[in-house]
């Protein structure tokens, strides 16, 4: 069990604990020793009708939210990230938690980022919510995940052809961005701060590029159709870190020839 340092014993709650990252949460926080309640509709609680949340929460000190939704579309995004930040709030604040940490995508709230994907929108009125709540919220925003390319493969499917956004991020594995998370939650209470916590890959690559490499290393027949988006600010640039960030080591090569 994970303390303090000041006689406090440590729970953690990971909301969304059975997902891509959550599931990576859920286990660094155990090998850290820190005693941890998986939330996930699938484990019984509901965060966006609020089921089951106050059961969940009691006892606990730190929230960790990776909950996700899979919607481009703008209306169903706000709605559920509004929804969720704000029963976690609600619940937080019954239950004595003293800190949230939302994970959220890296320049996602600036508007010339969201308005080309509806998804961002929602993110960016999740941190809206956290922010204007009553409980101390820390901020980790990450950039891509090279498992995202795999995702965007699988999504928008035109006969043989998958059609994938030309984005430029600095993607980084997911378990990269989980450790980055865990680390966030442990830190001593009183060193949340306003500014985000911010992590993002060691190289500026494009999305459909790394879709591409990925579905020839797994010998898919899928040939992916790159999508140019260069005027918007997925691609020139507007999903790049600005200020201080903390680089992932892992390059896209490496990654993909650890996996199978
Ligand atoms: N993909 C990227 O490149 C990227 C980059 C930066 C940040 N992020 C952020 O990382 C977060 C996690 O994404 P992910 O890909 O790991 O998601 P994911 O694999 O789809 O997992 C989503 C999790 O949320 C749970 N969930 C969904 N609705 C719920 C509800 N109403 N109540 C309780 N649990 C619910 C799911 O479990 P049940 O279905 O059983 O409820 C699941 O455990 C997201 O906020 C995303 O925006 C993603």
Redesign the pocket.
């Known amino acids: 069990m994970e303390s303090t340092g000041e006689g406090e014993r440590r729970t953690v709650a990971v909301?969304?604990?059975?997902?891509?990252?959550?599931a990576r949460v859920v286990m660094h926080l155990r090998e850290r020793g820190v005693d941890v309640v998986e939330?996930?509709?699938?484990q019984g609680?509901?965060?966006?009708s609020g089921e089951g949340l106050d059961a969940a929460l009691e006892g606990v000190s730190t929230v960790v939210d990776?909950?996700?939704?899979?919607t481009l579309s703008r209306k169903r995004a706000v709605d559920f990230f509004t929804t969720?930040a704000r029963n976690v709030l609600a619940a937080a604040q019954r239950a004595g938690v003293s800190r949230i940490v939302c994970?959220?995508?890296l320049n996602a709230r600036e508007p010339e980022v969201h308005r080309w994907l509806g998804y961002y929108a929602g993110?960016a009125a999740q941190e809206q919510a956290y922010r204007a709540g009553p409980v101390p919220v820390t901020m980790v925003a990450?950039?891509?995940?090279y498992?995202?390319a795999e995702t965007l493969l699988s999504q928008m499917r035109i006969g043989p052809l998958s059609a994938v956004p030309g984005m430029r991020s600095r993607p980084l594995a997911v378990d990269e961005?989980a450790a980055f998370v865990v680390d966030r939650a442990l830190e001593p209470g009183d060193s949340a701060t306003s500014a985000d916590a911010v992590i993002a890959g060691p190289e500026v690559r494009d999305m459909a590029e790394l879709a591409r490499a990925i579905e020839e290393h797994r010998g898919g027949y899928r040939k992916s159709l790159r999508i140019p988006v260069p005027f918007s600010a997925l691609g020139n640039g507007g999903l790049l870190p600005r200020g201080d960030v903390t680089t992932a080591p892992t390059r896209f090569e490496d990654w993909l020839r650890g996996t199978s």
Do not use: F, N, P
């Open positions: 909301l969304g604990a059975t997902g891509q990252l959550g939330v996930s509709r699938g609680t509901d965060v966006c990776c909950l996700h939704l899979a969720t994970v959220t995508i993110k990450s950039a891509q995940w498992e995202l961005a």
